[in-house]
């Protein structure tokens, strides 16, 4: 009854643990498509591939992929293009450059040049992008319209165009912002038929106070004198650094930060002075000894008798850093031994020079060799547990072929599963695989050259017959290849010749045999001549029949 019931709850939990590391369906997008094969479960590693509908551009992966239950990354999205029609640039005075005023599709992300009718004036810039189906059109101001009066102040801002009582419509005068302040906008106001288009902004800079920078003890970098207030332009940044012996309390192993000025206060992070804590050493002491040391204290290590400091750096003395005592203090064995030297061999990390007695020493054999025996050894008191020996596995010389010769360069020493390849001598066709393989100190099986089919001038003039191919002046056929003969003119296949097509069966051909082509007439010959004729024919095919299965 258990066993019943256990296969009941096998059964009913199997599609959860099945569907485990299944992804929902994914995401479809807006003008677009998934283009790969769909599946009724995408399981983990399966993949899918978006693509956008004509005009549209793809933002995002084309791929996205089933890892853990979700889809990694997100669906991409398709942009849409931007229409410019024949009655837009006729109602703004515009013209595509070129002189050009037609409908057309502007792709996401690409730019178009426009230029004003005559008489108009270009608000700049000339060069407007589409994304995603919108697009800033240029304003065309009339060299015809209404005259301005004097042009609108900015806030910490200065006009510094020549000023005048009157201004045309389509000229315009320049802005400038005051120090650190940064201008939004284009620097140019224009006089649109007695009326003054939108003037750029000066946005404020960002201020830190030195008050506060020396509070949480942090100077400008590289600067020496620091004003009272620090300004920041707009969109600017600046960069700060904890003073000597502070790191960033967030972030101790970092001593600079930036501070990017966009518009939102100005968050200056804090110091914190760098300390260590009294060392633990095993088997050692360190002199002086405090409870606390700041940057750049030193403390001397005391070993026990018989250990030493490592790192040995003569002095044998630490300092406090950032990241704490540098180096890391430890006393240990002083009793090393030297890895001795295994013919053929190379020790796996070759960066130690020496060992602690009772150390593992691991052994690699170098190519060619195979390891006979354990591959690491362990030294106390310069004796050693039994060596490694690494046997020789290469191959010599490779083996010589008759009727071919060996393709490749010839070595003395071959590694294992390296190849030679052979080919045969014009004539002979090859036996088996053109190529041998280094095994352990042999080869694999060598191939053979034997005699290839060539087709005789001797028998093709005997049997009437040509090779159907003209320009192949000699012929090498291998094993169980097929060439194509053909009759020569006036005459044609013998009876007990079923195909102009020979095979080529232990270096030999079986040849066709064509027979000429007796055709005459009673017109010209009376019945006994006709008669006589034919019989000659009948003997010359049969004398030719018995000549060839003589040959």
Known sequence: MKSWLLLVAAFLLWPSCSSQNACEEPDKIDF??????????????????????P?????????????????????????????ITRQQLATKNLFVFGSQRKARLIQSNHNVQFQCNEGYVLVAPSVRKCFDGYMDFPLCISERGQNC??????????????????????????????????MEDQNRSFCDNGIWTKVPICLDP??????????????????IDVPENIFVQRGHSIELTCRTGYVLEAYSSQSTFVIQCDGTPSVIPKCKEITCNSPRISNGSFRPQRTLYHDGDLIRILCDSGLTFEPDNGEK?????????????KCVN???????????????????KKYMNGEKINYQCKDGFEISGSSTIVCTENKCSRFPRCKDVRCSSPPEIQNGQIANVIKEKYLPQEKVYYR??????LLGTPFITCLKKHWTQRPGCRAACTASEEYMRAYNIRLKWRNRDKLYSEDGNIVEFECLRGYKPHPNTRSLRANCVDGKFEYPVCIPVCIFSERYFNSSILTFISLVCIYISIYLYALKKIT
């Open 149 to 182: 009066s004097g042009p609108p102040r900015i806030d910490n801002g200065d006009i510094i165009s020549l000023s005048e009582k009157w201004y045309r419509s389509g000229s315009s005068v320049e802005f400038r912002c005051q120090m650190y302040y940064a």
């Open 32 to 53: 677009g498509e998934i283009v790969s094969t769909e599946k009724a479960k995408y399981l983990e590693n399966d993949q899918v591939q978006y693509r956008c509908n």
């Open 334 to 352: 002083t009793n090393f031994t030297e890895p001795p030297t295994v013919e053929n061999a190379e020790i796996v990390d070759d960066t130690m």
């Open 424 to 429: 045969c001598n014009p004539g002979y066709a």
């Open 55 to 83: 005009g549209y551009v793809l933002e995002g992966p084309e791929w996205i992929q089933c890892k853990g239950q979700e889809w990694t990354l997100h669906p991409p999205k398709c942009l849409a293009p931007c229409s």
């Open 206 to 223: 960002c201020v830190i106070s030195r008050t506060e920078l020396e509070s949480q003890k942090i100077d400008v970098k590289d600067e």
């Open 317 to 329: 003395v630490v300092e406090c850093t950032r990241n704490g005592w540098s180096p890391s203090p």
